[in-house]
């Protein structure tokens, strides 16, 4: 397997624009973890999925922020509106179980100006 | 939520052995002890982990203190590779049903590798 694959590696977009970040998790992972990481605040769960169900998006910072899992082997973390302070490492994570060994992919790095 | 204290940073010769330590005093009995990496530009990769007996793998090993109120990630031979940010996590087992089975990533010390 490729291991967790994230596109695009780098995006920069202008304030206000709306940011498609994609993500295909490692074939026969049940779980998905979507993080964010900046300097200030370190690494930051947004939210995860179980078999393509959100569990716990207690971590997604606002409303302009949303994800999808529309099946297996796809997830999506949408920004709408983009703000500069949004700018940061986004990594999609993958793995078996919630407790086992997560998988991490190249990340996105975004840049709003 | 259980929490881990760890060096800002280290620094290590070249072919030597590393000891990163982490306290983790208000650890729960059944909480496991993860330890990842991140390289540079990378995203965080797995290394070990434990519950109370040392675990050894490829790696590194994971020695846990007896009161398991702190344990020690060594690597045996520190290479230039080895490089990154350590972050030592507590994770709650599956059942607990608190969400605190999550990763939860502190700030990490920062490994040096002096050639």
């Known amino acids: 397997d490729a291991g967790v694959i994230q596109s695009p590696r780098h995006e920069v977009t202008e304030m206000g624009q709306e940011v498609t970040l994609r993500c295909k998790p490692i074939?026969?992972?049940?779980?998905l973890f979507w993080y964010r990481q900046t300097m200030m605040r370190g690494l930051e769960l947004l939210i995860y999925?179980?078999?393509?169900?959100?569990?716990?998006d207690s971590g997604m910072p606002e409303d302009r922020f949303s994800a999808k899992m529309p099946n297996a082997s796809f997830s999506t973390l949408k920004i709408q509106p983009s703000e500069p302070r949004d700018s940061a490492v986004y990594f999609c994570?993958?793995?078996?179980?919630?407790?086992?060994?997560?998988?991490f992919g190249q990340g996105t790095r975004l840049t709003v100006v | 939520d259980a929490k881990t204290t760890q060096p800002n940073s280290m620094e290590s010769n070249e072919e030597e052995p590393v000891h990163l330590p982490c306290n983790h005093s208000?650890?729960?009995?059944?909480?496991?002890i993860h330890w990842y990496r991140q390289l540079p530009s990378q995203g965080p990769e797995y290394v070990i982990h434990g519950l109370t007996s040392n675990v050894n793998n490829r790696m590194a090993s994971l020695a846990i203190a007896e009161d398991r109120k702190s344990s020690t990630l060594i690597l045996h031979r520190a290479t230039l590779r080895d490089a990154a940010v350590y972050y030592c996590?507590?994770?709650?087992?599956?059942?607990?049903?608190?969400?605190?089975?999550?990763?939860?990533f502190g700030k990490g010390t920062k490994l040096s590798v002096i050639p």
């Open positions: 999925f179980n078999n393509n169900v959100p569990i716990d």
């Open positions: 996590i507590l994770r709650a087992p599956i059942y607990s049903g608190a969400g605190s089975y999550q990763l939860t």
């Open positions: 208000t650890i729960s009995g059944t909480d496991y």
């Open positions: 074939s026969g992972h049940d779980y």
């Open positions: 994570a993958s793995s078996l179980q919630v407790g086992s060994e997560a998988f």
